[in-house]
Every structure is written in structure tokens, then in C-alpha cells.
């Protein structure tokens, strides 16, 4: 954890320094700022399990976080831990999806307002912690209502879209 230049976020973001650091006591993340999703869900998000694409996401969240940029970081874990986010971006990237194992069925507007609920939740929850400034979180909370991570066009999304196509592997 302490890396050439993570040290630095101390200076740089103090709380986020803070919780990252919570790591030592809590190797599991176990307090770490999350949101419970149903499995299949969470089966489809691209940071999900050891493949090259879910490290290489998880890697380039973690240098987002190294540079003290919060507001980026939950921007693109976002779109990473969205089960639709992370279908279209595997599609986009040529990849395509793995084939659907669900057990159980929500439907896609269901699927969005949970995602919509508990991104705006992780966003509060950063600012209480002082991770975030109230200009950060009101953009934060605009983005989310907007489904702005459903962007294609935007330079994050674009970030990820490169990580897959250049470590994932074919369906």
C-alpha cells in the first residue's frame, strides 16, 4: 500500500488517505464504502474476480485513488460495478458478454433505480467522510441521475472500454 507516491495522498486527500489506510487493520475491506447488489449482478461487473480485465480495472481505480482524484475514481467505479455499464462496454470493446446465469430476474428500469439509490448513497456516505467537497458530490449526484456513466462517448468511459479490449478474452 505505501508505493512510490501514495504517500503523498496524504497531503493530497487526508480522509481518502484514511480509508485507504483502514486497510491495515481491516485487510478484507470489510468497513470500506460499498453497496450490496444481487449476484448475477455483481457476476457481471468488470471488477468482479481475478481475470486481467477486473485486475487492470481494479489497478487503474487504485492509481485514480493514489492521485487523491475521488471524484474520477467513483465515476469509473461507477460504470465498473454496473452490471448494464459493463455489458456495453464489453460490447463496444469487441469482447462480447458471457452468457447470461441467472437465477432470478429484475428488470432494467428496477435494475437502474438500485444502482441509481446505492451510487447516490456511496456518494453521501464520502462526502460525510470529507472525501469529497459538496461541489464534488453535487456533481457526483447529478452524473448519477443523468445515467451520465451510460456515456459512451466520454473520455472515462472511452479508459475502459481500452482495458478491455486490450485483456479481455472472447465470448
Known amino acids: 500500500m505505501e508505493q512510490d507516491g501514495f ?3 496524504l497531503f493530497i486527500n487526508p480522509a481518502l488517505y484514511e480509508m485507504v489506510t483502514s486497510l491495515k487493520v481491516d485487510p478484507r475491506g470489510e468497513h470500506l464504502i460499498t453497496a450490496q447488489v444481487s449476484t448475477h449482478h455483481h457476476r457481471d461487473a468488470l471488477s ?4 486481467k480485465v477486473a485486475r487492470e480495472c481494479r489497478l487503474l481505480l487504485s492509481r485514480r485513488i493514489a492521485s487523491g482524484d475521488a471524484k474520477t475514481m467513483l465515476k469509473q467505479a461507477f460504470m465498473i460495478a454496473h452490471p448494464y455499464v459493463s455489458q456495453q462496454i464489453r460490447a463496444d470493446a469487441g469482447i462480447g458478454n458471457r452468457p447470461p446465469r441467472r437465477s432470478t430476474f429484475m428488470s432494467r428500469i428496477r435494475t437502474m433505480n438500485l444502482y441509481r439509490r ?3 448513497s456511496i456518494i ?3 462526502y460525510r467522510r470529507g472525501i469529497i467537497t459538496h461541489n464534488e458530490r453535487c456533481e457526483l ?7 451520465m456513466y451510460l456515456d ?5 468511459y472511452q479508459e475502459l472500454v481500452e482495458i478491455v479490449r486490450r485483456y479481455g478474452k472472447r465470448f
Do not use: K, P, Q, W
Request: charged fraction near 30%; avoid cysteine; hydrophobic fraction near 35%.
Open 48 to 51: 468482479t474476480g481475478n481475470s
Open 118 to 120: 446505492a451510487f447516490i
Open 124 to 126: 453521501d456516505e464520502f
Open 141 to 147: 449526484i447529478d452524473y448519477v441521475n443523468n445515467d
Open 7 to 9: 504517500s503523498v495522498l
Open 152 to 156: 459512451r462517448d466520454s473520455e472515462l
